[in-house]
């Protein structure tokens, strides 16, 4: 079992900036995707970005360039620092931990923008 515990979400002006954390407790395997997705009202959870357990990186085509996920691979934490938002990044944002068929869900972090 992991537990996947999120902060960082919040309210902000169109134009600014957010970081997510994502802090990974329990039975961490040393191979692991960990990612962070969102959903806005009415639609679907879609990929925003995800990081391996090697470094490796993935992003959404709508996050490219102002979206960065990081890691401290000691602390098992995964970050999402979140540049030039805009209304249209407004939605719950939820970290996942993939270990072949495994996969967690944290409970979800409100990014709300204002434009």
């Known amino acids: 079992q992991v537990q996947l515990v999120e902060s960082g979400g919040g309210l902000v002006q169109a134009g600014g900036s957010l970081r997510l954390f994502c802090a990974a407790s329990g039975s961490i395997f040393n191979f692991y995707v960990m990612g962070w997705y969102r959903q806005a009202p009415g639609k679907q959870r879609d990929l925003v970005a995800t990081?391996?357990?090697?470094?490796?990186?993935n992003y959404a085509d709508s996050v490219k360039g102002r979206f960065t996920i990081y890691r401290e691979s000691a602390k098992n934490t995964v970050y999402l620092q979140m540049n030039s938002l805009t209304p249209e990044d407004i939605a719950v944002y939820y970290c996942?931990?993939?270990?072949?068929?495994?996969?967690?869900w944290g409970q979800g972090t409100q990014v709300t923008v204002s434009s």
């Open positions: 996942n931990y993939r270990h072949g068929p495994l996969q967690f």
């Open positions: 990081i391996t357990s090697g470094g490796s990186t």
